[in-house]
């Protein structure tokens, strides 16, 4: 996937398709043999790439219009259940993170140690910024760090609950739309992308998204 993105990533650079690109992303797109949720995550980096080339904020609502259009008119390919596995150092698992919370369309539930990327912080105020519902339960010692952003998105609109206990809230799971779960051992720190070992699985399992929803929820009612 990743020559099929550089691809598009030159193309983008004079924000037009020509006819000889056309051709090359056709043939590689045949070369490769991508499976149909290999094809989905395509669709939505291509918009990715879009939306990192327009800087006013209305230019890329209007590409988030699009794209909820796309997935309308064109609805998921992907029909049976899928798991795919992310690994850190390396950006992998920041991309999944942030890729899912571009995604998003109605609520993103987020129960994680700590969030201390001013990447994944700026995702999700963005996600906030288009009227999203976004929740997040933390680690109450883990807020008083420098550089948590806790605080800065709770003071944008984040609705978020943290434990009142010496032991640790050490969950690193989020759940967007009730449809794809995140969890895995990554925390959401900008170490844990440059430095640690870590590891991220997405899946869109319903019973294991339903078991997820159940914790979220129920850590969500036992905490202030």
Known sequence: MKETLE???????DAIMTRGEKKALKAILQDKHLTKNELNCLRSEVFKLAKGQVS????????????EANKL????????????????????CLDTINMNIGSATRKIDICVFTI?????RDKILYAINKGISVRIITDDDKTMDKGSDIEFLLNRGAKVKMDDSPHHMHHKFALFDDEILLTGSYNWTRSASQYNQENILETNDPKAIDQYKKEFERLWAAFE
């Open 7 to 13: 691809h598009l990533q030159t193309s983008l650079e």
């Open 56 to 67: 006013e904020f209305k230019n890329e609502q209007i590409i988030d219009w699009l794209e």
């Open 73 to 92: 008119i064109l609805p998921k390919t992907e029909t049976g259940i899928y798991t795919k596995s992310f690994f850190s150092p390396g950006t992998s």
């Open 116 to 120: 201390s990327d001013d990447r994944i």
